[in-house]
């Protein structure tokens, strides 16, 4: 391998300084530049947030890059506007959703160097929306701070991991309050980002909201699209990853970016530190074990219960492997005669196509749940994993330890296209 330019302490940290800004496992894109393979997601979403009227509501699997979504929108966002982002929990109320947002208007405009850019009218608006936004109850109570909010140029609040709020009432009471601002045309924008497979599992059919509410669907990315988050990093590091490296990090990606900047990033770290050119495959076995060892307290912990047995020669594991390649449709299920393929390619043997619906059925039941089942049709049951990181994470812990035969990755295809 060749070595680098990197002639000492200070190239390494310049050097991991950029590794950090182009590949970002646990911290959103935020940069038009950065954000691979949704030209079309960004462009409907920007529409929609300077479309009069008009709300949005991005939604997908975890770890397909909504949140970067959002905030690339909002770096486009005009600068002198209010764009703000929180997060969601399970116990998210009415008045802590609003109390988060007026906390953050005021750390990141009132109360920071931003402020000296604002008029005297600007600041007056935007504190007694703050004060507003700080007491509200009710629908009724939002409207007249978000009107404030969007006193010169229209505000844009992003509400993230909505998914996660367990209060039926705050979901419908968002809904309402989407409904109630396309109609007094307020000037204020909420954008709605939670991990689900369409917009009923987080609106449940509210049928006012459709005409006002912009979806914008993340489908998982194709290998190629995957490809150009790996190319940005090598023409910004000017190090050259090898094409079988690069190759596996994609398809053992599943169509999730997240993976794709963890395990890439781990390779080029490897590669920085050692003052290296290029990257090979022990570059890779290695980001590999240690993408997997990062991520065992959560899904390895979960997945070691579920094929955990006494008894030898069980299959739970080469099940898990097999229907972390099958492909899935739209929604993430896949079939049982799918993991045929990779089961008869890792034991040399051929199976029936029902071999293992008792493992398929207990990782739905007393094995996890690690899976979900449903029933399609006269006999017909599709399965898919609970936690859509969880196929991604069974390959690249496998391939850690051996190397994925040929015949596997020919399995892998990109679910959901």
């Not at 703000?84 to 160097?113: F, H, K, M, Q």
């Not at 391939?399 to 994925?404: D, M």
Request: hydrophobic share 40%; charged share 25%.
């Amino acid at each position: 391998m060749k070595r680098g330019d990197v002639a000492g302490p200070s190239g390494i940290e310049e050097m991991q300084q950029r590794l950090d800004y182009v590949l970002r496992p646990n911290k959103p894109i935020d940069s038009e530049a950065l954000l691979a393979g949704r030209a079309d997601q960004l462009q409907d979403l920007t529409t929609a947030i300077r479309m009069p009227g008009a709300h949005a509501l991005v939604y997908g699997d975890r770890g397909v890059g909504k949140t970067s979504l959002a905030a690339t929108a909002q770096s486009l966002h005009p600068g002198r506007a209010i764009s703000v982002r929180i997060n969601c929990a399970p116990d998210t109320s009415w008045s802590s959703l609003w109390g988060s947002i007026a906390a953050e208007i005021s750390s990141d405009y009132l109360s920071s160097p931003h402020a000296d850019q604002l008029s005297d009218a600007q600041i007056g608006a935007y504190t007694q929306a703050v004060d507003g936004l700080d007491r509200v109850t009710n629908v009724a109570q939002v409207v007249a701070p978000l009107r404030l909010l969007g006193f010169e140029s229209p505000s844009l609040i992003v509400i993230d991991e909505f998914d996660k709020i367990e209060d039926e009432d705050v979901k419908e009471s968002i809904a309402n309050l989407i409904k109630a601002l396309s109609d007094k045309a307020i000037p204020s924008t909420l954008v709605v980002v939670g991990v689900a497979h369409n917009a009923d599992e987080l609106f449940f059919e509210h049928e006012s909201i459709k005409r006002s509410l912009k979806q914008v669907r993340m489908p998982r990315l194709s290998p190629e699209e995957l490809t150009d988050v790996i190319a940005v990093a090598e023409r910004e590091l000017k190090i050259r990853c090898a094409a079988d490296v690069r190759d596996r990090i994609t398809l053992l990606s599943r169509g999730l970016p997240f993976y794709t900047h963890l395990v890439a990033w781990y390779c080029f770290e490897g590669a920085i530190l050692e003052r290296r050119s290029s990257i090979g495959s022990d570059d890779l076995r290695e980001a590999q074990r240690r993408a997997s060892r990062g991520l065992q307290e959560d899904l390895g912990k979960r997945v070691d219960q579920s094929v955990h047995s006494s008894y030898p020669g069980n299959k739970y594991w080469d099940v898990c492997v097999a229907a972390a390649c099958a492909p899935t449709d739209r929604s993430g299920f896949f079939q049982m005669r799918d993991l045929r393929p990779v089961l008869e390619a890792r034991t040399d043997r051929s199976y029936a196509n029902f071999a293992f619906k008792k493992h398929l059925d207990e990782f739905c039941s007393e094995r996890g749940p690690l899976m979900e089942a449903e029933q399609r049709g006269r006999g017909s049951t599709v399965y898919r994993f609970l936690d859509p990181l969880m196929a991604p994470y069974i390959l690249i812990r496998e391939s850690a330890s051996a190397p994925l035969s040929p015949a596997i990755y020919e399995q892998l295809t990109v679910p959901g296209l």
